[in-house]
């Protein structure tokens, strides 16, 4: 055990189809994960490695057809998959608050900002007047200094750019433990991405809230997260100090993602390295390592046993037979 | 000099407003130029135009005024090629290859259509050059079969190029070719264009707010603004020596893979003012709202594009001052 509690413990989660007739399918294969207070983690991964399932099995808001088929989910000591349908009610938006990529998932088109923000609060518990103050509090804190026009606006009234902060404003209301974002500024231009980014770094420095952020932007993790979980196709197949993960990849599919991304300093129109392939279909996984058809270091062993993500030291995890020097030279 | 295979000139795209509303400019007498086997890179915010250039330039609209001239050939508002003539010189590739693939074709289907269509080949030659145009674009003839539903990401975007090539055209604009795929495979289109430049001498308009693909695959830049260019020149120039302050907020935003690189640079600061309009001012320079080297006269006059320095351009009173560029004449 770490010397500061997880705030949030993930416990080996599969999730996935259970299966009537059939074995289940799990499309999340085992994941662990830990945020202690004041964290910052990002997890990566490209669309289908399961990152978004992660972390909507945490407040259990699974699509219909998924299922948590194992595991344990534990926030602050507390087991999440025990938790009676009252007190998850209580947990989502109160102690750990979502976003999501598109704010219109979150926020209710018929509904002017200011009214969904008070509705909130008062669902956790909150007076209408103390709610109302807090509203104009927590516009103000995320930029939108004109709050009386925001709150009377409806979504479609706003810029994305808005809209994502009015969504983050609402997230924050209930001063969550924990704010859990999926790819929150993927859609948003980079200038409004970096307002956003650093607005969440400057919150999270005053209040101590854990953020785990979902992504596929290396750049954006390397900007803000302090530790990164790497997922390919239901695992995670590396977990490290964002430092390590960039100076020394300790899996072939984090270097290869690292090398294949254009660098001001590369040659100008020069090849990129290419990963070839694409990411394998997760339902339809085949025994041994899932990514050994894309790895050059691939050998005969990876097709046999799927690895164990095993300690490599100063806090760095990976799931690979074989040894990082052969990429990291 | 170099062929000069596309020119733009002060071009001006207005949409109806909706119902009771103002109409829209969307462009406001933008001018780009291309030699012929080079990039251009259009970068901006989304709302700067740059995709609705993209779609004057291929000819899915037409400009409500300017010229566009590709390979001598003009199109105005009044006077244009046939659809089917100036589709065979330019091209255009977006960024979903699965919404701008019909989903009820096959690739063979897909790209024999163009084929036929152009009446470039029939009967057995049609098989023929599907063939040698997904080899182009490296897919293997068992390809040619599969429907777009049976493809990856980037198998699908590699039929929309050869989809796009079938007409042997001059210029590709690629419109954020590669932002809807996974990162793993963004590599490898980029790659794919790159060599089919210099194999087939093709010349590119690429546009994407992405801009370290813009840098890596561009010769000249322009950097767009609320319908206007307020910098270009080439890809050094304009992205490690941004003149204009709305060029310098967007390089310095850009979330650089490398933790050593988390430093507030002053012009991240700028990003983060908290002015978000939704309208640009009508008068002065639109940037100016949000700019933090705003001086007065920026409130009132609309700065010119100016060459400041050598092959350099910015539309910026503070930059054409520090350059020592006199001041456009008042009015």
């Not at chain 2, 600061?269 to 309208?279: D, F, P, S, T």
Request: charged share 20%; proline share 7%.
């Amino acid at each position: 055990m770490s010397v500061t509690e997880p705030i949030l413990a993930i416990h080996d989660l599969k999730v996935g189809i259970s299966g009537k007739r059939r074995d289940d399918r799990a499309i999340v294969r085992g994941v662990s994960l830990e945020v202690a207070p004041h964290a910052k983690l990002g997890i990566v991964g490209e669309s289908g490695s399961g990152k978004s399932l992660t972390t909507l099995s945490v407040l259990q808001l699974l699509p219909a057809q998924l299922t948590i088929l194992e595991g344990q989910i534990e926030y602050a000591g507390e087991d999440l998959m025990q938790a009676s349908s009252e007190r998850l009610r209580e947990v989502r938006g109160g102690e750990i608050a979502m976003v999501y990529q598109d704010p219109m998932r979150s926020l209710n088109p018929l509904l002017r900002i200011g009214y969904q923000i008070v509705e909130t609060l008062r669902a956790h518990g909150v007076e209408t007047e103390p709610a109302r103050r807090r509203t104009e509090q927590v516009l103000r804190q995320v930029g939108l200094s004109d709050t009386a026009r925001v709150s009377e606006s409806y979504p479609h009234q706003l810029s994305g750019g808005m809209l994502q902060r009015a969504m983050i404003a609402m997230a924050l209301a209930t001063s969550p433990k924990v704010l859990i974002a999926d790819e929150p500024t993927t859609a948003l231009d980079v200038t409004i991405q970096q307002q956003i980014l650093d607005l969440v770094a400057e919150i999270q420095a005053d209040t101590g809230m854990a953020v785990v952020w979902v992504t596929h932007d290396l750049g954006v993790v390397a900007q803000l997260v302090d530790r990164v979980a790497v997922m390919y196709a239901g695992r995670i197949v590396e977990q490290a100090p964002t430092r390590a993960i960039f100076e020394r990849p300790a899996h072939p599919y984090t270097a290869a993602l690292l090398g294949s991304l254009p660098r001001p300093d590369a040659e100008h129109r020069g090849q990129l390295e290419q990963i070839g392939g694409s990411p394998p279909d997760p339902l339809q996984l085949e025994a041994g390592c899932p990514f050994r058809a894309r790895c050059p270091y691939a050998i005969d062993r990876c097709a046999e046993e799927e690895p164990a993500l095993l300690d490599r030291g100063a806090g760095q995890l990976a799931a690979c037979w074989r040894e990082p020097e052969l990429w990291q030279s | 000099m170099a062929e000069l295979i596309l020119e733009a000139r002060d071009i001006i795209k207005t949409y109806p407003g909706s119902r009771r509303g103002a109409p829209v400019q969307a462009l406001r007498g933008v001018s780009v130029e291309l030699e012929a086997g080079k990039t251009l890179g259009i970068v901006g915010e989304s709302g700067s135009g740059k995709s609705t250039l993209a779609r004057q330039l291929v000819g899915l609209e037409t400009p409500t005024a300017g010229t566009i001239t590709l390979a001598g050939q003009t199109v105005t508002a009044k006077t244009r090629p046939k659809p089917r003539d100036l589709a065979r010189l330019i091209q255009m590739v977006f960024q979903d290859p699965f919404s701008s693939l019909n989903p009820r074709l096959t690739v063979r289907d897909a790209i024999g259509e163009v084929l036929k269509v152009h009446g470039l080949a029939s009967g057995d030659t049609v098989r023929t050059r599907v063939t040698e145009l997904l080899s182009m674009v490296a897919l293997p003839e068992r390809f040619a079969p599969r429907y777009p539903h049976e493809l990856s990401g980037g198998q699908a975007q590699r039929v929309a190029v050869a989809r796009a090539l079938a007409v042997e055209p001059r210029i590709l604009v690629l419109d954020e070719p590669t932002s809807a795929l996974d990162v793993s495979v963004r590599a490898e289109v980029m790659n794919l264009l790159v060599r089919l430049q210099d194999e087939l001498g093709l010349s590119y308009v690429f546009v994407s707010h992405d801009i370290s693909m813009v840098r890596h695959m561009s010769d000249e830049i322009v950097v767009m603004y609320v319908g206007r260019v307020v910098e270009d020149g080439s890809y050094r120039d304009v992205l490690d020596n941004p003149l204009h302050p709305y060029t310098r907020a967007l390089t310095a935003a850009v979330p650089v893979p490398d933790p050593d690189a988390r430093t507030a640079a002053d012009f991240r600061q700028a990003a983060r003012k908290e002015v978000v309009l939704e309208q640009p001012p009508e008068v002065g320079c639109p940037y100016q709202p949000r700019c933090p080297l705003a001086i007065a006269v920026c409130a009132t006059v609309l700065p010119p594009l100016l060459t400041l320095t050598p092959n350099h351009q910015a539309a910026c009173h503070v930059a054409a001052a520090e350059a020592g560029v006199a001041p456009a004449p008042a009015g």
